[in-house]
């Protein structure tokens, strides 16, 4: 009996995380071909490949950031970017967007820092990442502050705490590890050590 558990357990630890790598990667993959998937597949039905729509979405993505370098194309998207700023309740749900991308892709990465900090209260430190290092815009007693980003184990949901400068600690981690050991709630299989910046 006991011989039957452990092999159940191995084939838990062994298949489940490669299953549900696979159905993300499946759910991913049908999701960015079926954007603009739908509107091929009535034009090519029979002879509709999947893959054809995620390819149909790069290349027209690809053709809209070459445009958008372009003059008069370029104008009409600045054009359109600032109609959307300024279009009341839009203009919320688009600006978190677009920092939320521009965070990721653009030239000022957020998440490229990791930061240790102080638990308020108590000699427990959180790891968190860095998503802006001026909050001054937001209130100009904050110049002294960073936005540090604190991530919960085993979700998505976090919390964005602003910290006194002084009071943050650059760890010299890659962000990706300390990503993956803060959401496996410190079980990351990865041996690595996480050491302060002398």
Known sequence: MKHILRNFVNGILTIVPIILVIFVIYKTFMFLDGVLGSFLKPYL??????GIGLLFTIVVI???GWMSTKFFTGTIVRLLDRLLENI????SI???IKDTINSFFGEKKSFSKVALVTVPGTEAKAIGFITSEDVESLHSPLK???AV???QSFQIAGFTFLIPKDQVEIIDVKPEDAMKFVL???????KSTIQAEE
């Open 45 to 50: 039905q029979e002879d509709y490949i999947p």
């Open 62 to 64: 690809t053709i809209l």
């Open 88 to 91: 009341p309740i839009i203009k």
């Open 94 to 96: 688009y600006s978190v």
């Open 144 to 146: 002294d502050y960073v």
């Open 149 to 151: 980003y604190v991530q």
């Open 184 to 190: 496996s709630g410190g079980m990351t299989s990865k």
